[in-house]
């Protein structure tokens, strides 16, 4: 079966508006290793092979060039016949969010991507560090004032170049995503979400980006960022298992499932073709409005915070509002 899309909205009047897959795959595995690339570059063949059409990465996964690879080994090879058919999403790093860095930054992860445009670009997170410096744990002299307005500017520049078809956010609160939408001349057409599941359903959120007509996409909708806290509060849910016993589908399913049904797309990693394939059976069944209710009353629980990303020593200085939690 196909995997659905959802038209984003139009970013302006002069470019048509791009279709997403409601399923994609991931790309960002942790600290990505030199050996890691070859399963991953396959794992990518095997999910196009499949019918997969949509691909997350960022600069901050090292897994762009890895991704660029597989495309031009999936079109030589015929399983795909042109790059329109694809919809590849990537990520600036916060390194990188400042003014005169961003359209540098795009252009980077498209000759990484051996690519002339991307479908959506985002804003990984809502934090500026100094240039050049990179990943977590973040201590807090790398930490400089994040000046969102000046960010979006060259975010719209890379829409306006054609370097990005869409624009959007990852990781922004409701509230940073009204600040945004009251000065960008682009609005963002997609926010993607660190963490969206059964375990913590993201309700305001999702309220507020359907009023605003903003695309929501979930990126840990199986929990799988639990699994740093040692536990994942999706598979181990006794509700989900029931639920997934009683409709014979896997607990993952259910969860992609009820994503689905909530208006959302989702991007969900695994290098596993059995899982890759298994991801992608859940469009011609539906959850009851028992399952739906059950599902409702969960305990929620959200797992991943920008505190996270942090050394201990930064993360005693976060401002509160700066660690806002919605439900």
């Not at 030199?34 to 196009?48: C, D, G, S, V, W």
């Not at 762009?64 to 790093?93: C, M, N």
């Not at 028992?290 to 409702?296: A, G, P, Q």
Request: aromatic fraction near 8%; charge should be negative.
């Amino acid at each position: 079966m196909a995997i659905p899309e959802v038209v984003l909205s139009s970013t302006s009047p002069a470019t048509a508006a791009r279709a997403i897959p409601v399923l994609g795959m991931g790309t960002g595995l942790g600290h990505f290793t030199p050996e890691q690339r070859p399963a991953t570059k396959h794992a990518i063949l095997q999910a196009i092979e499949l019918g997969y059409r949509h691909f997350d990465t960022a600069a901050m996964y090292q897994s762009e060039d890895v991704l660029g690879e597989a495309i031009a080994e999936a079109l030589q090879a015929g399983l795909i016949h042109s790059r329109a058919e694809l919809f590849i999403t990537s990520k600036i790093w916060c390194a990188d969010a400042h003014r005169d860095l961003v359209v540098p930054a795009i252009r980077e992860s498209l000759r990484n991507l051996k690519l002339e445009y991307l479908d959506l670009y985002l804003i990984h997170w809502p934090m500026r560090l100094k240039a050049g410096e990179s990943y977590p744990p973040i201590e807090s002299h790398h930490i400089l004032p994040f000046d969102l307005k000046s960010v979006w500017e060259g975010m719209e520049e890379c829409h306006r170049l054609g370097l990005a078809k869409h624009i959007g956010v990852s990781n922004f609160t409701t509230w940073k995503l009204a600040e945004l939408l009251q000065y960008a001349k682009v609005p963002p057409a997609a926010v993607q979400v660190v963490e969206m599941n059964p375990t913590w359903q993201q309700k305001k959120l999702r309220e507020f980006c359907k009023e605003k007509g903003v695309h929501v996409i979930a990126y840990s909708a199986l929990g799988g960022q639990d699994i740093f806290m040692g536990k994942n509060l999706v598979m181990e849910s006794q509700v989900l298992k029931d639920i997934a016993k009683a409709k014979g589908k896997t607990v993952a399913q259910v969860s992609l499932r009820w994503v689905y049904e909530q208006g959302a797309s989702m991007v969900v990693k695994t290098l596993n073709k059995e899982r890759i394939e298994q991801n992608m059976k859940i469009f011609d069944w539906e959850l009851s409005e028992e399952d739906k209710h059950k599902i409702s009353q969960l305990p929620q629980c959200k797992r991943v915070t920008l505190r996270s990303m942090l050394s201990a020593e930064a993360a005693s200085k976060l401002p509160d509002e700066d660690e806002v939690v919605e439900e």
